[in-house]
């Protein structure tokens, strides 16, 4: 199918006058006639409706004439479309009716008369039927790009009769500053390649300033490499001799400190299992000191139960000793006394026989108690030695510790943290040589860079092949409309335009 559409009809209206209608044909159409019938007023309504800005220019036949309506068909469905602007300008209303079909509340939608490259203006619009949205164009040198507008197409769409007797290039608007863009549209037209992909550059100016920067820049941290070398008082060999020192220092430190660690832990584990010890001994004494409390009371019980034994025994042989005589307590005779429980010689006997047995028990477990005293009192003496011993041994370990191993771990350590910060300054100073050449490198890259870039940008010219067709085809064209003793066209690409029978277009005349 083929993009694209044809204009069918010009249509002015207005209130209280009858439609003035200019029908057109698909593909080239001609307006021929006297000067001042309105041939431009034709062109330049369609290109008004086509989103020129500003108003139409005033006729002295507008009367009450006050909107423009261009219908077209697209190719590709053949749907016809209605395209409608107000004669002072605005926006456009698109219809999907002929011209001669709208009414007055017949459907429609808005179209911006400026391109954003979007369906929802009638440039948009335009290039959507021609199969042409969203295509970019290169503009200048730099790559700089624009999107497509269907008014830079109008070159091609509308052309009026000072284009056709120009002796420029008809590709060609006149305007220098547009012809990058208009070379562009020209490729764009025949090939169906646009510059989406060309790259595009900072304009020269801004490109020079940033260049321009950029090298301040890279200059800056060059000079702060160079001090950063300078401070570090070496060159790079000295620099690399001074790590491996640091280092073979550090391991011999790491293993120097490992072994003292080793040798702290030691004494400190054997510390605290002293002092465990220690004070299992002294809960020890302790207990010990509450058994001989106890065992001393106990032995006071046994000298008192003694002392009352050797009593009784002692009261028992007086009382035997004693004669009979009248009761004491109700003064009978003894011959007439009937007193129960009262002792008598055998009785006493026996109770000091029993005392003494008695007494000679307690004296057993008081000599038992005795010897019990003395191991405790034994024990007790060699605890204190002992605790005594673990003391010295404590504090001769504690101070080992204090004033031998922690200093030694310490200095050590701080010994280790000088040779860190050595080896961190010097690696600092290495990576500083290694910025340095990569900056170098990085300027004299950007320099070859910045002379490369300093230069134009060349870009692809349309290609012969597609300029041989076109000439091809304008070829036959011309034979078709009989022109005279044809031979030969092709296109001259210095120009810009169709050389025919080897001769310049513009030779030729009208």
Request: charged share 30%; aromatic share 4%.
């Amino acid at each position: 199918m083929t993009s694209g559409f044809s204009i069918d009809e010009v249509r002015v209206k207005g209130n209280h006058m009858p439609d003035a209608i200019a029908a057109l044909g698909r593909g080239l159409s001609l307006l021929t006639g006297p000067s001042d019938t309105g041939k431009s007023f034709i062109a330049d309504a369609m290109n008004h409706v086509f989103g020129a800005s500003g108003s139409l220019r005033d006729v002295p036949e507008r009367g009450t004439y006050d909107r423009i309506q261009v219908q077209i068909c697209a190719y590709e469905t053949g749907t016809v479309y209605t395209l409608e602007r107000a004669w002072a300008g605005g926006a456009v209303l698109l219809y999907s009716l002929a011209a001669s079909e709208i009414e007055e509340f017949s459907p429609s939608r808005i179209l911006k008369d400026t391109h954003d490259g979007t369906g929802d203006s009638v440039s948009g619009f335009l290039l959507g039927l021609s199969g042409l949205q969203g295509k970019q164009l290169r503009k200048n040198a730099s790559g700089a790009k624009d999107s497509l507008s269907f008014r830079n197409l109008l070159n091609y769409v509308l052309v009026q009769e000072e284009r056709i007797i120009a002796k420029s290039s008809p590709f060609l608007s006149g305007q220098v500053m547009d012809v990058t863009k208009e070379e562009s549209i020209f490729r764009c037209l025949l090939t169906g390649v646009d510059d989406s992909a060309v790259n595009t550059l900072p304009d020269a100016k801004v490109r020079k300033g940033l260049d321009a920067g950029r090298k301040e820049v890279l200059e800056t941290l060059i000079n702060q490499a160079h001090q950063r070398i300078a401070s570090a008082a070496g060159t790079q060999e000295d620099l690399i001799k001074e790590i491996a020192l640091v280092e073979e220092a550090v391991s011999n430190q790491t293993a120097f400190i490992q072994n003292i660690s080793a040798e702290l832990d030691q004494q400190q584990t054997q510390l605290k299992e002293l002092w465990a010890t220690r004070q299992k001994k002294q809960a020890r004494q302790e207990q010990i000191s509450a058994l001989t409390d106890r065992f001393n009371l106990l032995k006071e019980h046994y000298d008192a139960d003694i002392a009352r034994l050797q009593s009784t025994q002692e009261s028992g042989r007086l009382l035997v000793q004693l004669a009979e005589g009248p009761c004491p307590l109700c003064g009978a005779d003894p011959a007439n006394h009937r007193h129960e429980g009262l002792l008598k010689s055998d009785d006493v006997e026996q109770l000091t026989e029993a005392c003494s047995a008695e007494q000679r028990k307690v004296e057993r477990l008081k000599q038992e108690l005795e010897k019990t005293l003395e191991r405790l009192s034994q024990e007790s003496s060699d605890i204190d030695e002992s605790i005594m011993a673990d003391d010295a041994k404590i504090t001769e370990l504690r101070s080992t510790i204090a004033t031998d191993l922690e200093p030694k771990v310490r200095l050590t350590k701080e010994g280790f943290g000088e040779l860190l910060k050595r080896k961190k300054e010097a690696e600092r100073a290495l990576i500083a040589y290694d910025e340095l050449r990569r900056l170098e490198s990085a300027r004299a890259e950007f320099d070859i860079k910045t002379k490369q870039e300093g230069g134009k940008q060349t870009y692809e010219a349309t290609p012969p092949r597609v300029t041989d067709e076109l000439a091809l085809i304008i070829q036959e064209l011309l034979k078709e409309w009989n022109y005279p003793s044809l031979e030969r066209v092709v296109f001259d690409s210095s120009t810009r335009d169709i050389v025919i029978d080897g001769k310049p277009r513009a030779s030729h005349g009208k």
